[in-house]
């Protein structure tokens, strides 16, 4: 059964990095074209980017007005995928999942889903 | 504001059908059958229930069933459940390779 557990949330102040993770179970993440997605209280949902799988070359594409301060990387002896985040803002304060994408079924449909870890950007 | 548009609330009574709507633009919805609908329980993990504009993963009910017409993709609910009662997101690629999605909307099963 595949499983997405995000983690590494927490309250960050302006202007701080803060990395959160997400740990994948039931499936090698270097097999999947693997995306981070966001959700401020209150709005919809926000895609951040994703990271191709290994037959994709690794490739990693990001959301335009964040591709400056994000960056998602993968590792695969732990498979787990992250999220770095630098010069974090007040906008930035979001519930964070992964979700696979077009894994099980078809291109460009997230299939799987974690539950979020929760990103407090405050003062 | 999202960049598909979605009704916030759409209502219904147990058994009837209704249907939810989600508009975008002819870089996404109006360009690539690529279009996927989410359920969400409160507390649980959301769920993929059509991808593809209108195949439905297996295991999904056939209650739940999609479409789209140029650049707007619908969700349609058939006999109508108190297990329906949920959020319910769509998403689309566009031609940024990138992926957006509508800002949700609640069911309530009255």
């Known amino acids: 059964e595949v499983q997405l557990v995000e983690s590494g949330g927490g309250l960050i102040e302006p202007g701080g990095s803060l990395r959160i993770s997400c740990a994948a179970s039931?499936?090698?993440?270097?097999?999947?074209?693997m995306n981070w997605v966001r959700q401020a209280s209150g709005k919809g949902l926000e895609w951040i980017g994703r990271?191709?799988?290994?037959?994709?070359?690794?490739?990693?594409e990001y959301a335009a007005p964040l591709k400056d301060r994000f960056i998602i990387s993968r590792d695969d002896l732990t498979n787990t995928l992250h999220l770095q985040m630098k010069g974090l803002e007040i906008e930035d304060t979001a519930v964070y999942y992964c979700?696979?994408?077009?894994?099980?079924?078809?291109?460009?449909?997230?299939?799987?889903w974690g539950q979020g870890t929760l990103v407090t950007v405050s003062s | 504001q999202s960049a598909l548009t979605q009704p916030a609330s759409v209502s219904g009574s147990p058994g009837q059908s209704i249907t939810i709507s989600c508009t975008g633009t002819?870089?996404?919805?109006?360009?690539?059958?690529?279009v996927s609908w989410f359920q969400q329980h409160p507390g649980e993990a959301r769920k993929l229930i059509i991808y593809?504009?209108?195949v439905r993963p297996s295991g999904v009910s056939n209650r739940f069933s999609g479409s789209k017409s140029g650049y707007t993709a619908s969700l349609t609910i058939s006999g109508l459940q108190a297990e329906d009662e949920a959020d319910y997101y769509c998403?689309?690629?566009?031609?940024?390779?990138?992926?957006?999605f509508g800002g949700g909307t609640k069911v309530t099963v009255l």
């Open positions: 593809a504009v209108s």
């Open positions: 998403s689309s690629y566009s031609s940024t390779s990138s992926i957006l």
């Open positions: 039931g499936f090698t993440v270097s097999d999947a074209w």
């Open positions: 002819s870089s996404d919805i109006g360009a690539y059958n690529y």
């Open positions: 990271i191709r799988n290994r037959a994709g070359g690794d490739r990693t």
């Open positions: 979700a696979t994408e077009g894994f099980r079924y078809g291109h460009h449909s997230h299939d799987s």
